[in-house]
C-alpha cells in the first residue's frame, strides 16, 4: 500500500483539438457543452457507425451521451492519479478528459468487479475518490478529434484545472481508432500474468488507488477535508 512518498509532478498529455472548435465556448460555457444540431448528428454517426458505440441524446443543452456497460465500462478517476496510471495502458486503450478527471476506458462488466478488487488488493476499507461506471451508465461524448499528423504525438500539459479543456466539454485525450476493435485495448481482469496482449486491470486500479490515496494524505497534511477537494475536483 503506498506510503507518504513526497509529490511528483504530474502530467498529461494535451487533448486534441474537436473538429470544428473555434473561439467560442470557454469553460462552463452552452456551446462547449452541447454541439448544435448538425454536430451532434455528425457526432452521433461517428461514435454509431464508425465506431460502433451505443448513445443516447442527451438533455435539451446538453451534449451527446456514451452508453456505458456495453462495449466498454469506465474507471473515473482524478486527473493527477490518472496520469501516473497510464503506462499501464495500450497505446491504444482509449482515455477522456473532463473537469479535472480521467476517464480510462475499460472491459465491459470490470465495474461489478471494482469493489471486490479493491478489498482484494486491501484499499477497499479506504475512502478513494474514484468510481466505475457500467451497466446502465453514461457518461457525455467527447467531440470527435481532429486528425493528427502521421507520427506526431500530443505534447504533455498541466492537469491544474487552469486548461480549458479541464475545465469543459469532454475530449479525448487517447481517442479510439475507427476500425478497431475496441475491446482488445481495454483493461481487464483476464489480462492478469499474461505477457502482451490487453492491459493488467489490476497494475492499473492498485496505480489509481496509490496514487488517490497518496493526494489524501497531502491533503490531510494541508488539513484540508476530503470534501472540501471532491468539491474542487
Known amino acids: 500500500m503506498a506510503g507518504t512518498a513526497a509529490p511528483a509532478s504530474s502530467t498529461v498529455p494535451h487533448p486534441r483539438s474537436p473538429l470544428g472548435s473555434g473561439s467560442g465556448g470557454g469553460p462552463g460555457g452552452g456551446s462547449a457543452a452541447a454541439p448544435d444540431g448538425r454536430e451532434e448528428v455528425r457526432l452521433r454517426h461517428w461514435y454509431e457507425n464508425d465506431l460502433g458505440w451505443a448513445t443516447v441524446p442527451g438533455a435539451p443543452g446538453e451534449p451527446l451521451r456514451l452508453v456505458t456497460g456495453v462495449r466498454f465500462d469506465v474507471l473515473e478517476v482524478p486527473a493527477e492519479a490518472g496520469a501516473k496510471a497510464l503506462r499501464h495502458l495500450g497505446p491504444g486503450s482509449p482515455v477522456a478528459l473532463q473537469g479535472g478527471r480521467l476517464r480510462l476506458l475499460m472491459a465491459a462488466g470490470c465495474a461489478e468487479e471494482l469493489p471486490g478488487l479493491l478489498d482484494w488488493l486491501e484499499w477497499g476499507a479506504l475512502a478513494l475518490d ?3 461506471l457500467g ?32 475545465q469543459g466539454a469532454a475530449v479525448w485525450l487517447r481517442p479510439p481508432e ?3 476493435e475496441v475491446e482488445a485495448s481495454l483493461p481487464t481482469l483476464s489480462a492478469v500474468g499474461r505477457a502482451g496482449g ?29 470534501s472540501q477537494a471532491l468539491a474542487s475536483s
Open 130 to 132: 474514484l468510481r466505475a
Open 135 to 166: 451497466a446502465g451508465g453514461r457518461m457525455d461524448a467527447p467531440a470527435r478529434p481532429e486528425p493528427e499528423h502521421p507520427g506526431t504525438r500530443s505534447l504533455p500539459g498541466s492537469v491544474d484545472g487552469r486548461d480549458q479543456a479541464v
Open 178 to 180: 475507427p476500425g478497431c
Open 198 to 226: 490487453a492491459p493488467d486491470l489490476v497494475r492499473l486500479v492498485d496505480s489509481v488507488a496509490t496514487e488517490c490515496h497518496r493526494a489524501r494524505l497531502r491533503r490531510a497534511g494541508r488539513g484540508v477535508p476530503d
